[in-house]
């Protein structure tokens, strides 16, 4: 995990158990993993029948996540930030995925 800088692991403020349950099954170090409280789409009232709250939850937490790294001023543009929601599996293939992403990089396109 040294190639990434932050890790942030989405979990719900009353799931506090699949956090701790993340922290048993990583296949890394976890010093660098921050615990993001996630929106929860059981308090979000605002939506259309065709919208599902608890997807709105999750796809709101991500969103803030991301500001919260554009607001870090101890990031820099070429630092990597990963995010996890805590009921995320890692296989054979996820137990080596820190040391792939050295050539990610050259495939992320640039802004003008």
Known sequence: MDFFKKCFVINLDRRPERYNEFLNRIPFNSSICE?????DGK??????????????????????ILE???DDDALSDDDFVIIFEDDVFFNNV????HEKPKTWKQNIPRQP
């Open 43 to 64: 308090t979000i009232t605002k939506h259309s029948a065709k919208e599902n709250p608890y997807v709105m939850g999750c796809h709101q937490s991500h969103k803030k």
């Open 35 to 39: 615990r993001f409280s996630a929106i």
């Open 94 to 97: 996820m137990t080596h995925f």
């Open 68 to 70: 919260i790294v554009m």
